[in-house]
Nanobody
Framework: QVQLVESGGGLVQPGGSLRLSCTGY????????MTWYRRIPGKERELVAL??????????DYADSVKGRFTISRDDAKNTVYLHMNSLKPEDTAVYYC???????WGQGTQVTVSS
């Protein structure tokens, strides 16, 4: 079955760190770019980060709101993409979703709450 399974959300204090994971099943993971989105209550879904592959090289890009704090990476041997989140702020509180780029394949979402 083609699916994405996420893990790693939770409650963290401001300034803290979390790592989200998203593992792909049922498709050749290394053939696809991957993205992380988030949905903040009352706001539109936001593209947070993307990682694409081309001829063995990786390209990454980030929303301005997370640049310098979040890092996207991937381990194709584990069919997994990660979102490393540092210096978390209360405004980062959201449900985070991974997505296979240019497709309608989404993970189930994982809640990240930044609060003291």
């Amino acid at each position: 079955q083609v699916q994405l399974v996420e893990s790693g959300g939770g409650l963290v204090q401001p300034g803290g760190s979390l790592r989200l994971s998203c593992t792909g099943y049922g498709f050749t993971f290394s053939d696809y770019g991957m993205t992380w989105y988030r949905r903040i209550p009352g706001k539109e879904r936001e593209l947070v980060a993307l990682i694409s592959t081309s001829l063995g090289a990786f390209y990454t890009d980030y929303a301005d709101s997370v640049k310098g704090r979040f890092t996207i990476s991937r381990d194709d041997a584990k069919n997994t993409v990660y979102l490393h989140m540092n210096s978390l702020k209360p405004e980062d509180t959201a449900v985070y979703y991974c997505n296979r780029r240019y497709s309608n394949l989404w993970g189930q979402g994982t809640q990240v709450t930044v609060s003291s």
